[in-house]
């Protein structure tokens, strides 16, 4: 394994996808689908609430939301898919669901980031992040952002569910290989009797 392409997500931070996708063509029939799963957790407000799920509902959600993977950056779709089924090997059964819809619960209006933009808190603010780090620590927490997606807002006028999720603060550490592939390192090591 080349030493340089490892790395871990650190228990308690969050992580979203740099680079999600938005054009309507690329994710209509998903939103579509994510409304349907969601249609039970509506709520209006800016800090929604907290719903206790099981965490193969989570990877169903996370399965429904697509992005480019950019590199040198910890969320990849299927490997916060496997974290999420790892984290089943440890116990972590269930976690919280938190669908932030706005004030008026028809969306947010937030203006579309290229992937390098997004700041350290993604879609979301330090004030969001505290109640879930701070009451369900032990947990895995899926914060959704529910976008309105206007033009307006450098989006392609198509709602769209902008995710990050929360990691639980101890219990284990997920190892990962940036690379794809495996590679083939060189030996200069000469084995000499």
């Not at 997500?9 to 579509?32: M, N, Q, T």
């Not at 307006?152 to 190892?175: G, S």
Request: glycine letters at 6%.
């Amino acid at each position: 394994m080349n030493l340089a392409a490892i790395n871990a997500f650190i228990p308690g931070s969050h992580i979203f996808p740099r680079a999600p996708l938005w054009k309507a063509s690329e994710i209509r029939k998903d939103v579509e689908e994510l409304d349907k799963l969601l249609a039970s957790y509506e709520t209006i407000g800016e800090k929604g609430e907290y719903h206790e799920v099981e965490i193969d509902f989570l990877i169903k959600i996370i399965s429904c939301i697509k992005s480019h993977y950019w590199p040198g950056y910890p969320w990849q779709d299927d490997r916060v898919k496997d974290l999420l089924v790892q984290m089943k090997t440890q116990d972590i059964s269930k976690g919280r669901l938190n669908v932030v819809r706005g004030k008026t619960g028809k969306g947010l209006e937030l203006t579309r980031q290229e992937p390098s933009a997004w700041g350290g808190f993604g879609f979301i603010n330090a004030r969001v992040l505290n109640k879930p780090k701070t009451e369900y620590p032990n947990v895995p927490t899926l914060l959704l952002m529910y976008e309105k997606g206007e033009n307006k807002e450098h989006w392609d006028n198509q709602p769209l569910y902008l995710p990050t999720l929360i990691l639980p603060k101890n219990k284990f550490v997920f190892m990962f290989n940036y690379s794809e592939a495996a590679e083939e390192l060189e030996d200069d090591i000469d084995f000499q009797d």
